[in-house]
């Protein structure tokens, strides 16, 4: 999946999380199906339940695990989220970069 860096994505209304200390569970009602999230997985799921577009999430995966190479860091956010979005945990949502959640 290709998105751009102003993209905004929001959660499924049927899913139910549950604190796995570092790690999130989310159960989707409507398969019945539970996923796992590692502790970054979980840094990006919540950064998108915020709002936070695309470019935002990167600087805030950098930010918090101190990463310097911005490049890298934007394939590994591109892979969450295109995982994220392929198992209809997330889906685009309608507003963009420059207007408010």
């Known amino acids: 999946m290709s998105f751009h860096s102003m ?8 899913l139910i999380p549950g604190d796995l200390g570092d ?6 009602s409507r398969t019945g199906n539970v996923h796992i999230l590692n502790k970054t997985a979980r840094f990006i799921w919540e950064c998108i339940k915020s709002g936070a ?4 999430i990167v600087a805030q995966v950098e930010a918090e ?8 860091v934007l394939t590994d956010v591109s ?3 295109d995982a994220l979005c392929r198992t209809g945990l997330i889906v685009p949502s309608e507003v963009t970069g420059s207007e408010e959640k």
């Open 53 to 56: 577009c695309v470019s935002t």
């Open 79 to 81: 892979k969450i989220v």
């Open 65 to 72: 695990y101190d990463s310097g190479a911005s490049e890298n």
């Open 23 to 28: 790690d999130l569970m989310i159960y989707d």
């Open 7 to 14: 993209e905004r994505f929001i959660t499924e209304p049927s």
